[in-house]
C-alpha cells in the first residue's frame, strides 16, 4: 500500500519496531555513573569544592562590605576559606586542571569580583588594611611587640639560608604582617612592600621559588619594613 510513497515526517504507530536486544540492556534500577574512576572523581569533587568556595568566599565579602558580620567573623571565616582554596590547589592534578583562577571562572561562567580580588591578595581585608585590633594593656603590648620582631627575625633568617619557595615563605610573611597589625594599626614606611610581596607570593604555585634576584630584594624590603616598624615604637 506504501510501496514507492514517502511515510509521512511524524511517526505513526507502526514506524517503531522495539529491539529485544537493546531493551534487555538497559536496567533503570542501576547507578549511572558519571565518573569513570576514583582519581577522577575525586578531581571533580576538588574542583567543585573550590567553586564552592569561591561563591561563599564572595557572599562573606559582601556581607562585611554592608557591616552584617564583625570584624572577628569576618577575619576568621575569610582566613579558612583562604586556607582551604590553597590547599586543594597543592595537588598536582588540580591545579593543572584548575589552571588559573581566571580560566576557571570564565570556563564555569562565574563572576564573583570580591572573591576574584581576595583570592588574588591572599589576605583578609582586616589584615591588609587593619582598623583596631592592637593589642591593650602593656603587658600584651609588650608580647605583640616581641613577637611581631621575632617574625621578622624568622623571615629574613629563611631568606638567608636559601628557603625561596612559596610554600615557606608565604606562611612566615601572613605572621610577620598579622603580628604587626597587633601592634599597630598605622602606615609606617615598608609595610605596603610586605602586602605587595604577600601578593606575589600568594599567586606563585606552592613548589615555586622566587628568584635570587628576587629574594635580594625581598630581603632589603623587609628589612625596610622592620626599621619602619621600629620606628613606631619610639
Known sequence: MYAGRQLPYAPTPYSYTPTPTLSATINLDEEVKLTGSNAERDLYDSLAEIYSVILTLDAVEKAYIRDSITEAEYTETCNRLLKHYRTILTDDTVSREFQDLDTFKRKWKME???????????????????????????????????????????????????????????????????????????????????????????????????????????????????????????
Not at 621575632?150 to 623571615?155: A, D, G, K
Not at 612566615?172 to 612592600?193: C, H, P
Open 112 to 234: 564573583c569580583p570580591r572573591a576574584t580580588e581576595r583570592l588574588r591578595i591572599g589576605l583578609p581585608a582586616t589584615v591588609e588594611q587593619p582598623s583596631h585590633g592592637q593589642a591593650s594593656g602593656a603587658g600584651a603590648a609588650g608580647t605583640a611587640i616581641s613577637d611581631a620582631t621575632e617574625n621578622f627575625i624568622t623571615f629574613l633568617d629563611a631568606l638567608k639560608i636559601n628557603m625561596f619557595a612559596k610554600d615557606s615563605l608565604h606562611p612566615l610573611l601572613s605572621d610577620v604582617i598579622k603580628s604587626v597589625n597587633k601592634v599597630t594599626d598605622g602606615d609606617f614606611e615598608g609595610r605596603a612592600k610586605i602586602v605587595e610581596w604577600l601578593i606575589v607570593l600568594n599567586q606563585m604555585k606552592a613548589n615555586e621559588e622566587i628568584s635570587e634576584a628576587q629574594a635580594r630584594e625581598l630581603s632589603f624590603d623587609i628589612e625596610q619594613a622592620y626599621y619602619g616598624f621600629k620606628a613606631t615604637l619610639r
